[in-house]
C-alpha cells in the first residue's frame, strides 16, 4: 500500500495523487489571489497554499476534485503543510477515483446499524422508542453516510454513526455506574442529537455547509424535525419537549452553540459524552501522526495544544 499524505515527515518530498477536500480563495499581501487547499487520502488532510491563481484555477481546483502534486512537507506555526512545486488535475488515464482517497469509519456499517437498532430496541418508553425510530429510518441512508462535522473531529465517511455508536456505548456504562439516569431518555439524546447534520452538511464527499445548515443549524432543525415526527405519529406529552431539549442543550453553553443550557439530568451528561467522545477522537488521531516522545501539531480546537506522546507508549 503506497504511503499516505500524514506518513510523511518534514523535509521529506512527495509525489503522489490527492484529493481536493476544500478551497477557499484569499488576497495575498501582494494583491494577487492565493488558494488555501486541503489535501486528502484514506490518512487524513494536509493544507497547502496554490500561490498566484486565475479564475481558471480557482474552477480547476474545485472540491472533491483529484490532482496530482509534487511537493515537499514543512512545518509552518506547529503544523504540517505541504509546499507545492507542481500540481496537476487527474486524468482517465491515471486511473483514480474518489473512493480511494476517502477517510472512513474503521467499523462497517451494518455492525454500527445492527449496534444502534439494538439500542433503540431496548427503550421501554413507546414514545421516546417510536420518534427516535421513525427518524433513524428517515433519514438512515444519510446517517450511516455522512460525517459528524467538516473539521475537528469524526470529519470522515460514516463518522457520523460512528460517533454516535462510541457515545451509545459510553451512555450505557454511564447508566450503570448511575442508575437513576433515564436510559430511554439519554439513548435517544445521543441518537438524535447530532442527525440534523445530514441537512446542515452536503454529503459524505468533501462535506460543507448547505444553505439550510448555515441559516438554521443541525439543533434547530432537529427540534424541528422531532416535533414533525411527534404529529406524524400522532405522540403528544412531556417526552416530545424533553427529547427537543436533549438537542437543544448538548452543547452545554450558549457560546458553544447552545440554545438553551441542559436543564434536565440526561442532558447534562448527553453534554459531557458528546464532548468526551469529539476530543477523545481528536486526540487519539492527532496521537496517531506522532511517535513516542514526540509532540503533536497544534489541535485548535483543544485551545491550540500541543499534545505529548509519552515515550513509553507503544
Do not use: C
Amino acid at each position: 500500500m503506497s504511503k499516505g499524505i500524514l506518513d510523511y515527515s518534514v523535509g521529506e518530498q512527495v509525489e503522489k495523487f490527492l484529493l481536493i477536500k476544500s478551497s477557499t480563495k484569499g488576497i495575498a499581501s501582494n494583491g494577487k489571489p492565493f488558494l488555501t487547499l486541503i489535501f486528502q487520502d484514506q490518512s487524513g488532510d494536509i493544507e497547502a497554499k496554490l500561490w498566484d491563481v486565475s479564475d481558471t484555477d480557482e474552477s480547476t481546483y474545485a472540491p472533491e476534485s483529484i490532482v496530482k502534486v509534487l511537493g515537499d512537507i514543512q512545518n509552518y506555526r506547529g503544523r504540517l503543510q505541504l509546499k507545492l512545486r507542481q500540481i496537476r488535475p487527474a486524468t482517465f488515464a491515471d486511473s483514480v477515483q474518489v473512493s480511494d482517497f476517502l477517510e472512513t469509519a474503521p467499523i462497517g456499517k451494518d455492525l454500527m446499524s445492527s449496534k444502534i437498532t439494538q439500542y433503540i430496541f431496548e427503550m421501554s418508553n413507546p414514545n421516546i422508542q417510536r420518534i427516535t425510530r421513525h427518524l433513524v429510518k428517515k433519514h438512515q441512508d444519510a446517517f450511516y453516510e455522512y460525517p459528524a462535522a467538516t473539521k475537528n473531529h469524526h470529519e470522515f465517511v460514516s463518522g457520523l454513526a460512528y460517533h454516535v455508536v462510541s457515545m451509545l456505548d459510553l451512555a450505557k456504562n454511564i447508566s450503570e455506574l448511575y442508575p437513576s439516569l433515564d436510559k430511554d431518555l439519554l439513548y435517544a439524546g445521543v441518537i438524535l442529537h447530532d442527525l440534523g447534520k445530514v441537512h446542515e452538511l452536503s454529503g459524505a464527499v468533501a462535506a460543507s455547509y448547505t444553505v439550510e445548515g448555515n441559516l438554521l443549524g443541525h439543533i434547530s432543525i432537529m427540534v424541528n424535525e422531532i416535533g414533525k415526527a411527534a404529529e406524524e405519529l400522532r405522540i403528544s406529552g412531556e417526552e416530545v419537549i424533553v427529547l427537543q431539549h436533549m438537542v437543544l442543550s448538548h452543547h452545554g453553553k450558549a457560546e458553544w452553540g447552545s440554545p438553551k443550557p441542559p436543564l434536565i439530568k440526561e442532558a447534562e451528561i448527553l453534554h459531557y459524552i458528546d464532548n468526551l467522545d469529539a476530543k477523545m477522537n481528536m486526540l487519539d488521531r492527532a496521537l496517531e501522526r506522532v511517535k513516542p516522545g514526540e509532540y503533536t501539531e497544534r489541535v485548535f480546537a483543544l485551545d491550540n495544544r500541543s499534545f505529548y506522546k509519552p515515550s513509553f507508549h507503544k
